[in-house]
Protein backbone atom coordinates (compact mmCIF):
# COMPACT_ATOMS: atom_id res chain seq x y z
CA UNK A 1 0.00 0.00 0.00
CA UNK A 2 1.77 3.85 -0.90
CA UNK A 3 0.89 6.24 1.60
CA UNK A 4 1.22 9.78 0.78
CA UNK A 5 3.24 12.15 3.14
CA UNK A 6 2.95 16.03 2.87
CA UNK A 7 6.65 17.50 2.43
CA UNK A 8 5.76 21.60 3.28
CA UNK A 9 6.74 24.83 4.64
CA UNK A 10 8.03 22.99 7.93
CA UNK A 11 9.69 20.48 6.53
CA UNK A 12 11.62 22.49 3.83
CA UNK A 13 12.88 24.81 6.83
CA UNK A 14 14.05 21.67 8.49
CA UNK A 15 15.77 20.29 5.63
CA UNK A 16 17.31 23.43 4.45
CA UNK A 17 21.11 23.21 4.66
CA UNK A 18 23.41 25.68 6.51
CA UNK A 19 27.04 26.91 5.97
CA UNK A 20 29.63 25.88 8.25
CA UNK A 21 32.29 28.97 9.30
CA UNK A 22 35.27 27.70 7.67
CA UNK A 23 33.24 26.01 4.58
CA UNK A 24 35.09 26.67 1.25
CA UNK A 25 34.02 26.23 -2.31
CA UNK A 26 34.96 22.61 -2.34
CA UNK A 27 33.37 21.56 1.01
CA UNK A 28 29.82 22.96 0.14
CA UNK A 29 29.98 20.39 -2.81
CA UNK A 30 30.98 20.53 -6.93
CA UNK A 31 27.87 19.61 -9.04
CA UNK A 32 28.98 18.54 -12.76
CA UNK A 33 26.29 19.34 -15.19
CA UNK A 34 26.16 17.64 -18.78
CA UNK A 35 23.64 19.80 -20.28
CA UNK A 36 22.21 22.04 -22.92
CA UNK A 37 23.04 20.02 -26.54
CA UNK A 38 23.46 21.58 -29.99
CA UNK A 39 19.53 21.29 -30.17
CA UNK A 40 18.43 23.12 -26.52
CA UNK A 41 21.36 24.99 -25.21
CA UNK A 42 18.57 27.34 -23.00
CA UNK A 43 17.58 24.44 -21.36
CA UNK A 44 21.46 23.34 -20.17
CA UNK A 45 21.52 27.33 -19.21
CA UNK A 46 18.49 27.36 -17.08
CA UNK A 47 19.65 24.00 -15.11
CA UNK A 48 23.43 25.28 -14.84
CA UNK A 49 22.42 28.80 -13.63
CA UNK A 50 19.96 26.90 -11.15
CA UNK A 51 22.43 24.43 -9.80
CA UNK A 52 25.08 27.93 -9.09
CA UNK A 53 22.30 29.98 -7.14
CA UNK A 54 22.08 27.11 -4.60
CA UNK A 55 23.85 24.79 -2.37
CA UNK A 56 26.83 24.08 -4.16
CA UNK A 57 30.22 25.49 -4.07
CA UNK A 58 31.33 24.23 -7.82
CA UNK A 59 29.38 24.21 -10.90
CA UNK A 60 31.16 22.72 -13.35
CA UNK A 61 28.93 22.27 -17.08
CA UNK A 62 29.77 20.49 -19.86
CA UNK A 63 28.26 21.20 -22.80
CA UNK A 64 28.39 22.41 -26.21
CA UNK A 65 29.35 25.76 -27.93
CA UNK A 66 25.71 27.90 -27.87
CA UNK A 67 25.15 26.80 -23.98
CA UNK A 68 29.05 27.98 -23.34
CA UNK A 69 28.90 30.76 -24.25
CA UNK A 70 25.71 31.87 -22.73
CA UNK A 71 26.62 30.84 -19.59
CA UNK A 72 29.66 32.45 -19.31
CA UNK A 73 27.93 35.33 -20.23
CA UNK A 74 25.33 34.88 -17.75
CA UNK A 75 27.49 33.53 -14.57
CA UNK A 76 31.16 33.88 -15.35
CA UNK A 77 31.87 31.64 -12.34
CA UNK A 78 30.56 28.69 -13.77
CA UNK A 79 33.43 26.46 -15.34
CA UNK A 80 32.81 25.30 -18.52
CA UNK A 81 34.26 22.18 -20.72
CA UNK A 82 33.87 20.32 -23.49
CA UNK A 83 31.70 17.55 -22.98
CA UNK A 84 33.89 15.07 -24.22
CA UNK A 85 36.40 16.14 -21.36
CA UNK A 86 33.53 14.12 -18.94
CA UNK A 87 34.84 11.01 -21.05
CA UNK A 88 38.78 11.83 -20.08
CA UNK A 89 38.13 13.68 -16.85
CA UNK A 90 39.23 11.81 -13.64
CA UNK A 91 36.26 11.95 -11.65
CA UNK A 92 37.95 10.34 -8.45
CA UNK A 93 40.83 12.89 -7.55
CA UNK A 94 40.25 15.56 -5.07
CA UNK A 95 39.40 18.41 -4.23
CA UNK A 96 37.48 18.81 -7.73
CA UNK A 97 35.80 15.42 -7.28
CA UNK A 98 32.08 15.83 -7.57
CA UNK A 99 29.58 15.53 -4.86
CA UNK A 100 26.85 15.11 -7.55
CA UNK A 101 26.38 14.56 -11.58
CA UNK A 102 23.23 15.88 -13.20
CA UNK A 103 22.49 14.62 -16.96
CA UNK A 104 19.71 15.05 -19.98
CA UNK A 105 18.71 18.68 -19.41
CA UNK A 106 18.54 19.64 -23.30
CA UNK A 107 20.56 16.32 -24.81
CA UNK A 108 19.17 15.10 -27.40
CA UNK A 109 18.82 11.08 -27.77
CA UNK A 110 21.74 10.57 -30.44
CA UNK A 111 24.63 8.58 -29.87
CA UNK A 112 26.78 11.39 -28.65
CA UNK A 113 24.93 12.20 -25.77
CA UNK A 114 23.75 7.58 -25.04
CA UNK A 115 27.88 7.93 -24.42
CA UNK A 116 27.77 10.71 -22.02
CA UNK A 117 24.81 9.03 -20.06
CA UNK A 118 26.96 5.66 -20.04
CA UNK A 119 29.76 7.47 -18.97
CA UNK A 120 27.81 9.16 -16.24
CA UNK A 121 26.40 5.96 -14.59
CA UNK A 122 29.46 4.99 -14.31
CA UNK A 123 30.42 8.20 -11.98
CA UNK A 124 30.16 6.74 -8.25
CA UNK A 125 28.56 9.78 -7.08
CA UNK A 126 25.13 10.37 -7.13
CA UNK A 127 23.45 11.33 -10.33
CA UNK A 128 20.44 12.94 -11.81
CA UNK A 129 18.73 12.32 -14.80
CA UNK A 130 16.57 14.70 -16.46
CA UNK A 131 15.01 15.47 -19.82
CA UNK A 132 16.78 13.66 -22.64
CA UNK A 133 18.76 11.52 -20.18
CA UNK A 134 15.25 9.07 -19.23
CA UNK A 135 14.68 8.85 -23.28
CA UNK A 136 17.54 6.16 -22.66
CA UNK A 137 16.03 4.11 -19.91
CA UNK A 138 15.14 1.69 -22.40
CA UNK A 139 18.40 0.79 -23.13
CA UNK A 140 19.86 -2.68 -21.47
CA UNK A 141 23.35 -1.11 -20.94
CA UNK A 142 21.14 1.54 -19.77
CA UNK A 143 19.11 -0.50 -16.92
CA UNK A 144 22.34 -2.74 -16.11
CA UNK A 145 24.17 0.43 -15.00
CA UNK A 146 21.32 1.59 -12.69
CA UNK A 147 20.98 -1.80 -10.94
CA UNK A 148 24.57 -1.89 -10.38
CA UNK A 149 24.51 1.55 -9.13
CA UNK A 150 21.86 0.39 -6.91
CA UNK A 151 23.54 -2.73 -5.73
CA UNK A 152 26.88 -0.44 -4.85
CA UNK A 153 24.85 2.15 -3.22
CA UNK A 154 25.34 4.95 -5.87
CA UNK A 155 21.93 6.95 -5.15
CA UNK A 156 20.83 7.66 -8.87
CA UNK A 157 17.24 10.42 -8.91
CA UNK A 158 15.09 10.03 -11.98
CA UNK A 159 12.91 13.81 -12.69
CA UNK A 160 10.20 12.34 -15.14
CA UNK A 161 7.06 14.25 -15.72
CA UNK A 162 3.82 12.45 -16.51
CA UNK A 163 4.52 11.72 -20.62
CA UNK A 164 8.50 10.53 -18.96
CA UNK A 165 6.95 8.77 -16.40
CA UNK A 166 4.42 6.74 -18.69
CA UNK A 167 7.67 5.84 -20.84
CA UNK A 168 9.41 4.42 -18.12
CA UNK A 169 6.60 1.86 -16.96
CA UNK A 170 6.04 0.65 -20.19
CA UNK A 171 9.44 0.04 -20.84
CA UNK A 172 9.65 -2.01 -17.11
CA UNK A 173 6.63 -4.09 -18.70
CA UNK A 174 7.84 -4.59 -21.88
CA UNK A 175 11.16 -5.81 -19.97
CA UNK A 176 8.85 -7.73 -17.66
CA UNK A 177 7.23 -9.51 -20.52
CA UNK A 178 11.00 -10.58 -22.08
CA UNK A 179 11.37 -12.54 -19.16
CA UNK A 180 8.08 -13.88 -18.65
CA UNK A 181 9.04 -15.38 -21.54
CA UNK A 182 12.05 -17.06 -20.23
CA UNK A 183 9.59 -19.36 -17.26
CA UNK A 184 6.97 -22.41 -18.12
CA UNK A 185 4.20 -20.70 -16.89
CA UNK A 186 3.85 -23.21 -14.27
CA UNK A 187 7.01 -21.75 -12.40
CA UNK A 188 6.33 -19.82 -9.84
CA UNK A 189 8.83 -17.04 -11.44
CA UNK A 190 6.29 -16.55 -14.27
CA UNK A 191 3.50 -15.96 -12.35
CA UNK A 192 5.38 -13.49 -10.30
CA UNK A 193 7.27 -11.87 -13.25
CA UNK A 194 3.82 -11.53 -14.69
CA UNK A 195 1.86 -10.30 -12.23
CA UNK A 196 4.56 -7.52 -12.24
CA UNK A 197 4.26 -6.53 -15.54
CA UNK A 198 0.73 -6.01 -15.39
CA UNK A 199 1.06 -4.38 -12.35
CA UNK A 200 3.67 -1.93 -14.63
CA UNK A 201 1.46 -2.06 -18.03
CA UNK A 202 -1.58 -0.74 -15.52
CA UNK A 203 0.29 2.33 -13.29
CA UNK A 204 -1.30 5.57 -14.27
CA UNK A 205 1.10 8.71 -13.68
CA UNK A 206 -1.72 10.73 -13.68
CA UNK A 207 -4.56 9.33 -12.14
CA UNK A 208 -1.95 7.44 -9.17
CA UNK A 209 1.06 9.91 -9.46
CA UNK A 210 1.99 8.51 -5.57
CA UNK A 211 1.65 4.68 -7.06
CA UNK A 212 3.28 5.20 -10.21
CA UNK A 213 6.46 6.89 -8.80
CA UNK A 214 6.95 4.12 -5.90
CA UNK A 215 6.92 1.86 -9.00
CA UNK A 216 9.12 3.80 -11.25
CA UNK A 217 11.80 4.14 -8.17
CA UNK A 218 11.36 -0.06 -7.86
CA UNK A 219 12.12 -0.37 -10.64
CA UNK A 220 15.19 1.79 -11.66
CA UNK A 221 16.56 1.47 -8.30
CA UNK A 222 16.35 5.16 -8.06
CA UNK A 223 14.92 8.27 -6.50
CA UNK A 224 11.37 9.00 -8.51
CA UNK A 225 10.77 13.04 -8.83
CA UNK A 226 7.74 12.48 -10.27
CA UNK A 227 6.49 16.19 -11.71
CA UNK A 228 3.50 17.40 -11.65
CA UNK A 229 0.65 20.26 -10.32
CA UNK A 230 1.56 18.54 -7.25
CA UNK A 231 4.92 16.38 -7.21
CA UNK A 232 5.86 12.78 -5.68
CA UNK A 233 9.38 11.66 -4.28
CA UNK A 234 9.55 8.06 -3.76
CA UNK A 235 12.92 5.83 -2.80
CA UNK A 236 12.78 2.39 -3.78
CA UNK A 237 11.15 0.39 -1.86
CA UNK A 238 7.57 -0.56 -2.56
CA UNK A 239 8.05 -3.70 -4.42
CA UNK A 240 4.18 -5.58 -3.77
CA UNK A 241 0.59 -4.04 -2.55
CA UNK A 242 1.19 -5.57 0.84
CA UNK A 243 4.55 -3.29 1.51
CA UNK A 244 3.58 -0.29 3.61
CA UNK A 245 5.35 2.57 1.31
CA UNK A 246 5.38 6.09 2.09
CA UNK A 247 6.00 8.52 -1.10
CA UNK A 248 6.38 12.36 -0.12
CA UNK A 249 4.24 14.84 -1.90
CA UNK A 250 4.59 18.94 -2.56
CA UNK A 251 1.61 20.32 -3.17
CA UNK A 252 3.22 24.52 -3.11
CA UNK A 253 2.88 24.71 -6.94
CA UNK A 254 1.43 26.78 -8.99
CA UNK A 255 0.15 26.31 -12.85
CA UNK A 256 2.45 29.38 -13.24
CA UNK A 257 5.16 26.31 -13.53
CA UNK A 258 3.63 24.98 -16.74
CA UNK A 259 5.77 26.90 -18.43
CA UNK A 260 8.88 25.60 -21.31
CA UNK A 261 12.10 25.26 -19.18
CA UNK A 262 10.90 24.93 -15.71
CA UNK A 263 11.95 21.34 -15.45
CA UNK A 264 15.50 22.46 -15.82
CA UNK A 265 15.39 24.72 -13.16
CA UNK A 266 14.24 22.01 -10.97
CA UNK A 267 16.69 19.65 -12.10
CA UNK A 268 19.66 22.36 -11.24
CA UNK A 269 17.85 22.95 -7.98
CA UNK A 270 18.27 19.37 -7.14
CA UNK A 271 21.84 18.55 -8.14
CA UNK A 272 23.12 21.91 -5.81
CA UNK A 273 21.53 20.48 -3.06
CA UNK A 274 22.38 16.71 -3.49
CA UNK A 275 26.14 18.19 -4.43
CA UNK A 276 25.98 19.81 -1.18
CA UNK A 277 25.94 16.02 0.58
CA UNK A 278 21.81 16.07 1.72
CA UNK A 279 20.65 12.89 1.86
CA UNK A 280 18.84 12.52 -1.58
CA UNK A 281 14.72 12.13 -0.50
CA UNK A 282 15.50 15.67 1.58
CA UNK A 283 17.50 17.47 -1.14
CA UNK A 284 14.56 15.95 -3.77
CA UNK A 285 11.80 17.29 -1.89
CA UNK A 286 13.57 20.12 -0.79
CA UNK A 287 14.51 21.27 -4.26
CA UNK A 288 10.95 20.78 -4.94
CA UNK A 289 9.72 22.43 -2.39
CA UNK A 290 11.58 26.05 -3.06
CA UNK A 291 11.21 25.67 -7.19
CA UNK A 292 7.71 25.56 -6.32
CA UNK A 293 7.94 29.02 -3.92
CA UNK A 294 9.63 30.62 -6.26
CA UNK A 295 7.05 30.18 -9.18
CA UNK A 296 4.30 31.39 -6.63
CA UNK A 297 6.41 34.24 -6.00
CA UNK A 298 6.84 35.04 -9.26
CA UNK A 299 2.95 34.27 -9.61
CA UNK A 300 2.16 36.80 -6.78
CA UNK A 301 4.63 39.57 -8.47
CA UNK A 302 4.44 39.38 -11.68
CA UNK A 303 1.06 37.86 -12.58
CA UNK A 304 0.70 34.40 -12.67
CA UNK A 305 0.64 34.41 -16.70
CA UNK A 306 4.33 35.93 -16.67
CA UNK A 307 5.77 33.57 -14.83
CA UNK A 308 8.92 32.15 -17.34
CA UNK A 309 11.13 29.77 -16.48
CA UNK A 310 14.12 32.89 -16.14
CA UNK A 311 11.93 34.30 -13.54
CA UNK A 312 11.28 31.43 -11.60
CA UNK A 313 15.38 31.06 -11.40
CA UNK A 314 15.39 34.97 -10.91
CA UNK A 315 12.66 33.92 -7.39
CA UNK A 316 14.72 31.58 -6.12
CA UNK A 317 16.72 33.14 -3.51
CA UNK A 318 13.57 34.95 -2.48
CA UNK A 319 11.93 31.71 -1.88
CA UNK A 320 15.05 30.53 0.47
CA UNK A 321 14.66 33.61 2.40
CA UNK A 322 10.91 32.91 2.83
CA UNK A 323 12.06 29.82 4.92
CA UNK A 324 14.03 32.10 7.24
N1 LIG B 1 14.80 26.25 -23.88
C1 LIG B 1 15.15 24.99 -24.02
O1 LIG B 1 16.23 24.67 -24.51
C2 LIG B 1 14.22 23.92 -23.54
C3 LIG B 1 14.63 22.62 -23.70
N2 LIG B 1 13.94 21.60 -23.16
C4 LIG B 1 14.61 20.30 -23.25
O2 LIG B 1 14.27 19.77 -24.51
C5 LIG B 1 14.28 18.36 -24.47
C6 LIG B 1 12.98 17.88 -25.05
O3 LIG B 1 11.91 18.43 -24.28
P1 LIG B 1 10.56 18.95 -24.96
O4 LIG B 1 10.12 20.10 -24.11
O5 LIG B 1 10.73 19.18 -26.42
O6 LIG B 1 9.58 17.76 -24.83
P2 LIG B 1 9.38 16.66 -23.69
O7 LIG B 1 10.49 15.68 -23.81
O8 LIG B 1 9.15 17.32 -22.37
O9 LIG B 1 8.02 16.04 -24.15
C7 LIG B 1 7.95 14.98 -25.09
C8 LIG B 1 6.55 14.44 -25.14
O10 LIG B 1 6.16 14.04 -23.82
C9 LIG B 1 4.80 14.35 -23.58
N3 LIG B 1 4.68 15.25 -22.41
C10 LIG B 1 5.40 16.34 -22.14
N4 LIG B 1 5.02 16.87 -20.95
C11 LIG B 1 4.03 16.07 -20.49
C12 LIG B 1 3.23 16.09 -19.34
N5 LIG B 1 3.42 16.98 -18.37
N6 LIG B 1 2.31 15.14 -19.20
C13 LIG B 1 2.14 14.20 -20.14
N7 LIG B 1 2.87 14.13 -21.27
C14 LIG B 1 3.81 15.05 -21.44
C15 LIG B 1 4.28 15.00 -24.83
O11 LIG B 1 3.63 13.99 -25.59
C16 LIG B 1 5.50 15.47 -25.56
O12 LIG B 1 5.33 15.44 -26.94
C17 LIG B 1 14.50 17.95 -23.00
O13 LIG B 1 15.84 17.53 -22.87
C18 LIG B 1 14.30 19.24 -22.23
O14 LIG B 1 15.18 19.30 -21.11
C19 LIG B 1 12.67 21.78 -22.48
O15 LIG B 1 12.97 21.77 -21.12
C20 LIG B 1 11.99 23.09 -22.89
C21 LIG B 1 12.93 24.26 -22.91
N1 LIG C 1 -0.20 22.69 -13.55
C1 LIG C 1 0.94 22.69 -12.84
N2 LIG C 1 0.90 23.02 -11.53
C2 LIG C 1 2.05 23.03 -10.81
N3 LIG C 1 3.28 22.77 -11.32
C3 LIG C 1 3.36 22.43 -12.60
C4 LIG C 1 2.20 22.39 -13.43
N4 LIG C 1 2.60 22.02 -14.69
C5 LIG C 1 3.95 21.85 -14.63
N5 LIG C 1 4.40 22.10 -13.39
C6 LIG C 1 5.80 22.01 -12.93
O1 LIG C 1 6.63 22.60 -13.93
C7 LIG C 1 7.79 21.81 -14.18
C8 LIG C 1 7.76 21.34 -15.63
O2 LIG C 1 8.79 20.46 -15.90
P1 LIG C 1 8.96 19.73 -17.32
O3 LIG C 1 7.66 19.17 -17.73
O4 LIG C 1 10.12 18.84 -17.21
O5 LIG C 1 9.26 20.96 -18.28
P2 LIG C 1 10.53 21.31 -19.20
O6 LIG C 1 11.03 20.02 -19.80
O7 LIG C 1 9.99 22.23 -20.23
O8 LIG C 1 11.56 21.96 -18.36
C9 LIG C 1 7.75 20.68 -13.15
O9 LIG C 1 8.45 21.06 -11.99
C10 LIG C 1 6.25 20.56 -12.82
O10 LIG C 1 5.99 20.03 -11.56
Given at each position: MVLEKQFGEADARAALPHLKFDDNKFTRGMCELIVGGPEFPGAGVLASLAANSLAAGYVTTYTWKDAARAIRAKQPSIVVRKPKEFLTRDHTAAPGKPKAVVIGCGLSPDDEAAELVLAALQVEVPLVMDGGALAFMNRADVKEALVTRAKNKFPTVLTPHAGEAARLLKAEAERCAEQE???????PSWQWVHERGEQYAAADPKADPAQAAALIANAYGAVCVLKGPDTYISVP??????DEHTVLVV???????????TGDVLAGTIGSFVASGMALEAACSLGVFLHARAGRLAGEALGE???TAERVLHYIPKAVCSLA
Open positions: SLFDTSDGFVQESTEGTPALAKAGLCV
